[in-house]
């Protein structure tokens, strides 16, 4: 008999999982970027919402992200789900930083932590919910 990934026996995390889930959300979050980059230049919509529609994209992105890791590995969808958030985050700052150099702020860094590691453990939630 093999023993499940989330048994007490096996406390490892699944990093192939986290990583697919990272590559699902960043791939997403391209996806949805290119929409809405089309969507805001073939309409009205005022850019003013661009802070909205980028936290939109970063909170769907790490949500399926974590919630196809947890799937994946079949367990600890919360810790798989925070595993993709918080490497979407990292990855997004050290890209962000290299890519466009300027001034941050804590406060907007802090929101973009806790949106990235809320969605990614809601996804993993859901996502073990969703391999029974």
Same mark, same amino acid.
């Given at each position: 008999?093999?023993?499940?990934? %989330?048994?007490?026996?096996?406390?490892?995390?699944?990093?192939?999982a986290?990583?697919?889930? #990272?590559l699902?959300a960043?791939a $997403?979050?391209?996806?949805l970027?290119?929409f @809405?980059?089309?969507l805001?230049y073939?309409?009205? #919509?005022?850019?003013?919402?661009?802070?909205?529609? &980028? &936290?939109?994209?970063?909170?769907?992105s790490?949500?399926?992200?974590?919630?196809?890791a947890?799937a994946?590995?079949?367990?600890?969808?919360l810790?798989?789900?925070l595993?993709v958030g918080?490497?979407?985050f990292?990855?997004?700052w050290? $890209?962000? @930083?290299? $890519?466009?150099?300027?001034?941050?702020?804590l406060?907007? #860094?802090?929101?973009?932590?806790?949106?990235a590691?809320?969605?990614?453990?809601?996804?993993?939630? $859901?996502?073990v919910?969703?391999? %029974?």
């Amino acid at each position: 008999m093999t023993a499940k990934n %989330d048994s007490p026996a096996n406390p490892a995390l699944n990093w192939v999982a986290i990583g697919r889930g #990272l590559l699902i959300a960043l791939a $997403l979050a391209v996806v949805l970027s290119l929409f @809405a980059t089309l969507l805001l230049y073939f309409s009205s #919509l005022s850019a003013k919402l661009l802070p909205s529609i &980028a &936290a939109a994209i970063l909170l769907i992105s790490v949500f399926f992200g974590g919630s196809l890791a947890a799937a994946r590995a079949g367990g600890k969808g919360l810790f798989h789900g925070l595993g993709v958030g918080l490497g979407f985050f990292v990855l997004m700052w050290v $890209l962000g @930083a290299l $890519l466009f150099p300027g001034p941050l702020t804590l406060i907007g #860094l802090l929101e973009k932590l806790l949106l990235a590691v809320s969605a990614g453990a809601l996804g993993g939630i $859901l996502g073990v919910s969703l391999v %029974d």
